[in-house]
């Protein structure tokens, strides 16, 4: 079946820095793909749709300028959290396929900001 | 505001009895309805899905079931086994072209006891 692929699966960076979450779509492609953040006991908040070749949309709340999208190929989209503070830490999921495909999700990324 | 609600955080079950979760909506607009199975620190797997204009899908040991009267759905896991141990996730979407976001319920964790 259609694997989403995402990297990686933990990493844990200092205050300031950026850090880079790709994901992947395996086995097919997929012009929109979405970035999913989640809280410990909460649900899975959409941060952003990314689209092959345009800009991203977000969601209300999330600041574009501190969640880079860019979504350069019909496989791969990548979320760069830039000058990561503590508050960042979170485990942040990418999916591809809508709802009308059933969406696939990437393994997530446990980011721990030190 | 939360359009998607799962008020049941945790649910225990013996094994080989019947597991239900329930999740409620709000939004009227939704149309699409989807369960997704989560273990900790992976990404979610779709399990089942259904649309509007039915009352009930099956798939296996899974039924899903709709109300719309009530805004309201369950899945259905029987018999329970200890791999359905996770945490679930209900979604729901607007199946209109170009719009493929889900929206996630806040999830039940369902613990299978041997």
């Known amino acids: 079946g259609a694997v989403v692929s995402q990297h990686p699966s933990r990493v844990i960076c200092k205050s300031g820095t950026s850090v880079k979450i790709e994901c992947r779509s395996l086995d097919f492609q997929a012009t929109t793909m979405f970035w999913y953040r989640q809280f410990p006991k909460q649900s899975l908040m959409l941060m952003a749709t990314s689209n092959e070749g345009s800009k991203a949309t977000y969601e209300q709340g999330v600041e574009k300028d501190k969640f880079l999208i860019n979504h350069a190929s019909l496989t791969l989209s990548t979320l760069t959290v830039t000058s990561a503070h503590p508050e960042d830490s979170s485990f942040y999921i990418c999916?591809?396929?809508?709802?009308?495909?059933?969406?696939?999700f990437g393994q997530g990324t446990r980011l721990t900001v030190v | 505001d939360q359009q998607v609600k799962q008020n049941s955080p945790s649910l225990s079950v013996q094994e080989g009895r019947i597991s239900i979760l329930n999740c409620d909506y709000t939004n009227s607009m939704f149309d699409y309805f989807l369960w997704y199975k989560k273990y900790p620190a992976e990404g979610p797997t779709f399990l089942i899905s259904i649309s509007s204009i039915k009352d009930k899908n099956e798939d296996g040991r899974f039924t899903v079931f709709l109300n719309k009267s009530a805004k309201h759905l369950s899945l259905h896991i029987v018999p329970s086994q200890p791999g359905d141990s996770a945490v679930y996730f209900c979604?729901?979407?607007?199946?209109?072209?170009?719009?493929?976001?889900?929206?996630f319920g806040t999830g039940t964790r369902l613990t299978i006891i041997p």
């Open positions: 979604a729901a979407s607007e199946r209109v072209v170009g719009n493929e976001k889900l929206t």
């Open positions: 999916s591809a396929g809508g709802a009308w495909a059933e969406a696939f």
